[in-house]
């Protein structure tokens, strides 16, 4: 069963960091770009930040130079480091394979000012 379980997510005033984690099965995920996407409320989701099974990452303009992501193929893992956070941040965020339709079930955000 292709599945990710997004986590990591809470409350943090403006300016602050906090890092999400992405754990997936069901794929072969060293094999895999993984992304980062976000919904806010009333909007469609967006695109964030993805990495490629080689490590070449790209990120979303409204988000580049604040938010990095990783991979740990060893733990199936996938984060986003997030820094510098803005109230435009607050979402819920999802991860997902580029090759695959499975969303999980997010994990919310949610940036003070």
């Known amino acids: 069963q292709v599945q990710f379980v997004e986590s990591g997510g809470g409350l943090v005033q403006a300016g602050g960091s906090l890092r999400l984690s992405c754990a997936a099965s069901g794929i072969t995920f060293s094999r895999n770009t993984i992304g980062w996407y976000r919904q806010a409320p009333g909007k469609q989701r967006e695109f964030v930040a993805h990495?490629?099974?080689?490590?070449?990452?790209n990120y979303a303009e409204s988000v580049k130079g604040r938010f990095t992501i990783s991979r740990d193929n060893a733990k199936n893992t996938v984060y986003l480091q997030m820094n510098s956070l803005k109230p435009e941040d607050t979402a819920v965020y999802y991860c997902?394979?580029?090759?695959?339709?499975?969303w999980g079930q997010g994990t919310q955000v949610t940036v003070s000012s």
């Open positions: 990495i490629t099974r080689g490590g070449y990452t």
């Open positions: 997902k394979a580029l090759d695959y339709a499975y």
